[in-house]
């Protein structure tokens, strides 16, 4: 079983700061983590995702992620936020050797004030 | 390049109606899935075709059911509407080549009254 907890259902930034949106995944394998984007009425966007190799990824929009095996978490950082940041992030796992159906946290909503 | 389009964009039932969705996968993809994102939650798998049959579900009961035509494209079908069905329906496609990666649609907003 896998499974997914996003810490902070709504993170406040100042524009020009340090971005950090926190999870932490459970999974009885190796896993495949991702982080997603949603800006209003639009659907979800791939920023990165983590599939064995480097244990640092980075994505797009200057988003980065790093997979900590023995904190099982997948952080997402951004150094600058831009106002454009301003959004629902999803983090999902799915399963290596499986369905590879990703299982979603709740997400955390990022406001970024001017 | 076209990606995953989904129609209609929003959609108002009465509770006890019966609705389809639709659902164009990303040029050269051959598997979709649908999501169900309830306000305020992440979204919650309901099922993949591919080769037009059903290949996974997840936890929802059988007023939903699904079909997958010889193009690719997809319907969402859901019976005898509740209240609680209203929330955005997304579809994701991926190919062979992307089997750990989905391309998402821009979803259906559905509100049940």
């Known amino acids: 079983a896998q499974s997914v907890t996003q810490l902070g259902s709504h993170v406040s930034v100042s524009e020009g700061a340090l971005v950090l949106l926190r999870c932490n995944y459970s999974?009885?394998?190796?896993?495949?983590l991702f982080w997603y984007v949603q800006y209003p009425n639009q659907g979800l966007q791939l920023l990165l995702k983590y599939t064995s190799a480097a244990t640092l990824v980075k994505g797009i929009n200057g988003f980065e992620a790093e997979f900590k095996k023995s904190e099982t978490s997948f952080h997402l950082t951004k150094p600058s936020a831009h106002m454009s940041d301003a959004a629902e992030y999803f983090c999902?796992?799915?399963?290596?050797?499986?369905?590879?159906?990703?299982?979603f946290g709740r997400g955390t909503s990022l406001i970024v004030h001017p | 390049d076209a990606g995953v389009t989904q129609s209609p964009t929003h959609l108002i039932k009465t509770r006890g109606q019966q609705v389809t969705l639709r659902c164009s996968p990303k040029s050269g993809h051959d598997t979709v899935s649908w999501y169900q994102q309830a306000l305020g939650q992440g979204p919650q798998f309901i099922f993949q075709y591919y080769e037009e049959e059903e290949r996974q579900r997840g936890n929802f009961p059988d007023r939903f059911s699904g079909h997958q035509f010889p193009n690719y494209s997809s319907e969402l079908n859901v019976n005898a509407l509740l209240l609680g069905d209203s929330a955005l329906y997304l579809c994701?496609?991926?190919?062979?080549?992307?089997?750990?990666?989905?391309?998402f649609g821009p979803g259906t907003r559905l509100t049940v009254t």
């Open positions: 999974s009885s394998v190796p896993p495949y």
């Open positions: 994701a496609s991926r190919g062979l080549a992307g089997v750990n990666e989905q391309y």
């Open positions: 999902a796992v799915s399963e290596t050797g499986g369905s590879y159906i990703p299982t």
